[in-house]
C-alpha cells in the first residue's frame, strides 16, 4: 500500500517521571490508540542530563523565545514584570525542565501519521494543565498551574512532551532514538481503511 506523504510524519512523546510515579502510562497510551495514532517504538529510561539539556536548546535565541512566552503569562496573571529579564528567565525555566525530566524514569514514544504532530497535542491540551479542555490529558489528570510552579520554583507538572513541529520532532527523535529502534514497516488496521484508496472500492 502506498501511504500519502504526509503520512510520513512522526513525532517524539515523552511521558514524564510523574506519570511513571502515578502509574498512568497505561491509560495514556490507550487515549492514542483509542484515536488510532500508530506508534513505532516505545521504551523506558533514565534520562540523563546531557540528554535532556540536548533536547532542551542551551542557545540564546531559544532561551529568549522560551523567556519572552513565559513573560506574555506572567503578564496576562497580572504579575509584576518591571524588573523581567527574558534570557534569565529562559535559562531558569531550561534548568527547571532539566531537573524535572531526571527526577525520575521517564516514557519515550515515537508516533506515526497523517498530521500526528497537531493531533497528539491536542490530545495532550494546554502547556498549563488547569487551563486545558476538558477530555484533554492535562487537564483530566493535572491540577496545576503556571503560578504554583513559579511559587514553588520548579517546573509545571505537563506530564508528557510532545514535538511541536516537523523540523523539531526529527531533531529531538534524533536524540531519544536510533533509526534501528523504530518500526514502521507493518500496517495498523487504521492505516488500511484511512490510506488505501482500493479499501471502500471492494465488493458488497
Known amino acids: 500500500m502506498k501511504k500519502p506523504k504526509m503520512a510520513q510524519e512522526r513525532t517524539l512523546v515523552l511521558l514524564k517521571p510523574d506519570v511513571l510515579q502515578r502509574q498512568l502510562v497505561g ?3 490507550t487515549r492514542f490508540e483509542r484515536k488510532g495514532i500508530k506508534m513505532t517504538a516505545i521504551k523506558m529510561l533514565n534520562a540523563t542530563k546531557e540528554q535532556v539539556g540536548e533536547h532542551y536548546i542551551d542557545e540564546e535565541g531559544y532561551l529568549i523565545e522560551t523567556g519572552e512566552k513565559a513573560k506574555k503569562g506572567a503578564i496576562a496573571r497580572g504579575e509584576d514584570i518591571s524588573n523581567w529579564n527574558s534570557l534569565e528567565q529562559g535559562k531558569k525555566i531550561r534548568q527547571r525542565n532539566i531537573n524535572y525530566l531526571t527526577c525520575g524514569p ?3 514514544i515515537v508516533f506515526e501519521g497523517f498530521g500526528v504532530i497537531t493531533q497528539v497535542r491536542k490530545i495532550l491540551g494546554s502547556a498549563s494543565p488547569a487551563d486545558g479542555d476538558i477530555g484533554t490529558i492535562r487537564d483530566d489528570y493535572s491540577l496545576d498551574t503556571y503560578a504554583l510552579a513559579d511559587f ?3 517546573s ?3 506530564m508528557l512532551h510532545a514535538s511541536d513541529s516537523v523540523e523539531n520532532a526529527e531533531r529531538e527523535l534524533k ?3 536510533k533509526e534501528s529502534e523504530i518500526c514502521n514497516d507493518y500496517e495498523t488496521g487504521v492505516e488500511k481503511i484511512f490510506y488505501d484508496a482500493e479499501w ?4 458488497r
Open 156 to 158: 509545571t507538572m505537563t
Open 27 to 29: 491509560e495514556i497510551l
Open 152 to 154: 514553588l520554583d520548579r
Open 200 to 203: 471502500t472500492k471492494g465488493s
Open 106 to 108: 521517564i516514557v519515550a
Open 175 to 177: 536524540i531519544w532514538f
